[in-house]
């Protein structure tokens, strides 16, 4: 069964860092492109970055380019997301999510692209 579990989550004041996993079972995750999402209260899921299952190509939302960092451990069956400098309106849970493609460079920012999705891990920045 393909299963995708988000940690890495927290509390972090303004200007900090955390870092997300996302961890892969059942599917051997080089196959795949992941996303990473995000839903805060009272919004719609959005998307924040993606890497292609080579890792050779990565794309951002604007407002978290030079904040966040994805990347991925195939050899882990992993991807994490890095993300610093940390504002409020960063406060959502995040998802990380998969689709199969035999494309390697492919990356996409779109929530209609992915078949599967993990739980989600809350990520709360306050002082």
């Known amino acids: 069964q393909l299963q995708l579990v988000e940690s890495g989550g927290g509390l972090v004041q303004p200007g900090g860092s955390l870092r997300l996993s996302c961890a892969a079972s059942?599917?051997?995750?080089?196959?795949?492109?992941i996303g990473w999402f995000r839903q805060a209260p009272g919004k719609e899921r959005e998307g924040v970055s993606c890497?292609?299952?080579?890792?050779?190509?990565?794309n951002y939302k604007d407002s978290v380019k030079g904040r966040f960092t994805i990347s991925r451990d195939n050899a882990k069956n992993t991807v994490y997301l890095q993300m610093n400098s940390l504002k409020p309106e960063n406060t959502a849970i995040y998802y990380c999510?998969?689709?199969?493609?035999?494309?390697?460079?492919?990356?996409?920012?779109?929530?209609?692209?992915?078949?599967?999705w993990g739980q989600g891990t809350q990520v709360t920045v306050s002082s």
């Open positions: 059942g599917f051997i995750l080089d196959r795949y492109a």
């Open positions: 999510a998969a689709f199969r493609t035999n494309v390697q460079g492919l990356c996409v920012i779109s929530r209609g692209r992915y078949d599967y």
């Open positions: 890497i292609s299952s080579s890792g050779g190509n990565t």
